[in-house]
C-alpha cells in the first residue's frame, strides 16, 4: 500500500519562499513518476510540478515556470517542491500523488493518470 505525506506547507509573505516534502511509503520495486497538484478555494486542482522517475524530466505550467523547482530523492523516497518568489495566487491546498510508469523518464501531467494522492499541505502567501 503506497502512502504519501505532505509536509513544509505554511504562511509566508508575497515575495518569500517555501519547500514541501512528500515523503512516500510502500513503493514497489516499480518506478514511479511523481507530481505537486494544488487547489486554490473555490478553483479546480491544477498541476503545480510534475517528475519523472529519473528525476531528469520536469514539467511546470506557465504560472510558475522560473519560480517553482521540483526535485527527487529515490534513497530517501522524497519529492520536493521549492517555491521561490511566492505570490498570493500561489495560495492554496498542494498534493502530490504517484504513478507507475513503465517507461523511466514519463512524466503525467493529469489528475486521472495518478493512483496515489496524499492528504494535502496548506500554503498561505500573503500580500
Known amino acids: 500500500q503506497v502512502q504519501l505525506v505532505e509536509s513544509g506547507g505554511g504562511l509566508v509573505q508575497a515575495g518569500g519562499s517555501l519547500r514541501l516534502s512528500c515523503t512516500a511509503s510502500?513503493?514497489?520495486?516499480?518506478?514511479?513518476?511523481m507530481v505537486w497538484f494544488r487547489q486554490a478555494p473555490g478553483k479546480e486542482r491544477e498541476l503545480a510540478a510534475a517528475?519523472?522517475?529519473?528525476?531528469?524530466?520536469?514539467a511546470y505550467p506557465d504560472s510558475v515556470k522560473g519560480r517553482f523547482t521540483v526535485s527527487r530523492d529515490n534513497a530517501k523516497n522524497t519529492v520536493y517542491l521549492q517555491m521561490n518568489g511566492l505570490k498570493p495566487e500561489d495560495t492554496g491546498v498542494y498534493y502530490c500523488?504517484?504513478?507507475?510508469?513503465?517507461?523511466?523518464?514519463?512524466?503525467?501531467?493529469?489528475?486521472?493518470?495518478?493512483?496515489?494522492w496524499g492528504q494535502g499541505t496548506q500554503v498561505t502567501v500573503s500580500s
Open positions: 510502500g513503493f514497489t520495486s516499480s518506478n514511479y513518476a
Open positions: 500523488a504517484a504513478a507507475k510508469v513503465r517507461i523511466s523518464e514519463a512524466v503525467y501531467t493529469r489528475m486521472d493518470e495518478y493512483s496515489y
Open positions: 517528475i519523472s522517475w529519473t528525476g531528469k524530466t520536469t
